[in-house]
C-alpha cells in the first residue's frame, strides 16, 4: 500500500526575502497632493524537486489583506535517495516585475 503524505505550505508575503515586495510601492496623487502606499497584486510560483504542489501559482490580489498565501503539496510515496530531502522554491512576483524568493528543505522519511 503506498502511503500518501499530504500538507498545507504556508508563506508569510509580509516577511523575510517577501516584505519588500508586499508593503508595494509610494504612489502620489497629483489631483490631491498627497502620497499613499499602494498594495500590490503578488503571485507565487511554487517548485519542488519530489512530490507535487495543488497549484502551480497563488497568490493575492491587491484589494486582499491577507498577509500569506498557502498550498497543498502531496509528498512522493517513497523518500527520495538522498535522505529523503526535498528541496522547494517560492518564487513571488510584483506588480512591478520585482521578484524575490525562498527555498524550504523538507524531508520525507
Avoid at 522547494?88 to 524568493?101: F, P
Amino acid at each position: 500500500m503506498k502511503r500518501m503524505l499530504w500538507t498545507r505550505v504556508i508563506v508569510p508575503l509580509a516577511a523575510g526575502a517577501f516584505a519588500a515586495s508586499f508593503a508595494g510601492p509610494a504612489y502620489y496623487d497629483p489631483l490631491a497632493q498627497t502620497v499613499s502606499m499602494q498594495r500590490e497584486a503578488l503571485t507565487v510560483s511554487w517548485f519542488a524537486t519530489s512530490g507535487a504542489f495543488e497549484s502551480d501559482q497563488t497568490g493575492r490580489a491587491a484589494s486582499d489583506l491577507e498577509t500569506s498565501t498557502d498550498n497543498g503539496w502531496t509528498a512522493p510515496s517513497t523518500a527520495p535517495a538522498n535522505g529523503g530531502a526535498v528541496l522547494v522554491w517560492v518564487v513571488l512576483r510584483d506588480d512591478r516585475g520585482g521578484v524575490a524568493w525562498q527555498r524550504y528543505r523538507i524531508t520525507v522519511t
